[in-house]
């Protein structure tokens, strides 16, 4: 079995990646920004912050294989002046400063965790697919398209194989964020204007990601390929709300509104962002995953939605 690096080990993803990697039988370990005390999971080492003067040496030791997960992450509400410029210090040279540190100490491989962003913000129509020209819209979205570039460069000077993924939403148990919100709201029994919405939206549950990046580390298809990672199944979001409601043991309380007012809404409290992705569509197709690597996903939305309320915590309350 690989050893393997889970950079940003400590978040959501990290931490379910780890243990789903160690139930594998792989060799993991987790390199944190400072030690997480009570972390019984792996091992790991503390690396500080990340950016292009990280010294990396002393965590890369005897590793096959980088996931790469410790970013600057999108936030609704930006407290920088400049941006990109805080995007790109962290996620551009922060992450070429790792990949050339793994080429130098002998990693095979890298797998970078992108984002849906670089594609773009929605889907008219047609799918999003891995090969489609990169059109991201926001920084955050600009500085992963110009690290996945940055990193495919490295990787044709010096020999490392990299791996790009682009996640849509991602959700499970521990989730935060909009769904949790979501599910907040439906568990109150509170009434949504959503019922005449009938968008399509890919998810992709933290079991299928965990999978599809462990499908990632040995693969010798993989290599210098992007992937875009879903559930599979589109949901609109009336379709999610009572799916995640069913998951509960509730039904859903779906009140319709039009869709033109709750845009004109959003365009008036400055939501709009929050409007779009609950009426709007965003849908990436998997065939490539599929095709190239024999892969499909392990569980199916039904089961990963409930499973995903059941563990939350607000479910014991």
């Known amino acids: 079995m690989s050893s393997v690096i889970v950079t940003g080990a400590s978040g959501f993803v990290g931490q379910h990646l780890c243990r789903y990697l160690v139930s ?38 005897g590793m096959d294989t980088v996931i790469h997960l410790a970013a600057r ?50 889907t008219c129509g047609t799918p999003f697919h891995a090969d489609d020209a990169a059109l991201p819209e926001d920084p955050y979205g600009q500085s992963k398209w110009e690290a996945e570039q940055a990193l495919q460069e490295i990787a044709d000077e010096t020999g490392l194989e990299c791996v790009i993924i682009r996640p849509v939403l991602i959700y499970g148990s521990g989730v935060k964020g909009n769904l949790q919100r979501l599910t907040g709201l439906i568990r109150r029994r509170l009434p949504l204007p959503l019922a005449s919405v009938n968008n399509h939206r890919s998810l992709v549950s933290i079991d299928n990601l965990t999978d599809f990046l462990r499908c990632c580390i040995d693969h010798p298809a993989a290599a210098g390929e992007v992937f875009l990672v879903s559930d599979g199944h589109d949901l609109s979001t009336p379709q999610l709300i009572r799916k995640l409601a069913a998951g509960m043991g509730l039904s859903a309380r779906l009140v319709h509104v039009p869709v033109g007012m709750l845009r004109f809404a959003g365009r008036m409290t400055g939501r709009s962002g929050i409007i779009e992705r609950l009426t709007g569509d965003l849908q990436v197709d998997i065939e490539k995953n599929k095709k190239l690597l024999g892969w499909k996903p392990v569980i199916d939305v039904d089961s990963a939605l409930a499973a995903m309320v059941n563990d939350d915590p607000g479910s014991r309350s």
Request: hydrophobic share 40%; glycine share 6%; net charge positive.
């Open 73 to 122: 992450v999108h936030v609704m509400q930006e407290s920088e002046a400049d941006p990109i410029n805080a995007f790109r210090h962290v996620n551009v040279a922060g992450s070429c400063a790792l990949a050339r540190q793994a080429a130098m100490a002998g990693v095979r491989r890298l797998i970078y965790i992108s984002s849906i962003k670089v594609n773009g913000e929605k």
């Open 24 to 61: 594998q039988g792989y060799r993991v370990r987790a390199a944190m920004r400072t030690y997480k005390r009570g972390w019984a999971v792996c091992d790991q080492v503390e690396v500080g912050t990340i950016d292009n003067d990280t010294d990396w040496h002393s965590a890369l030791e």
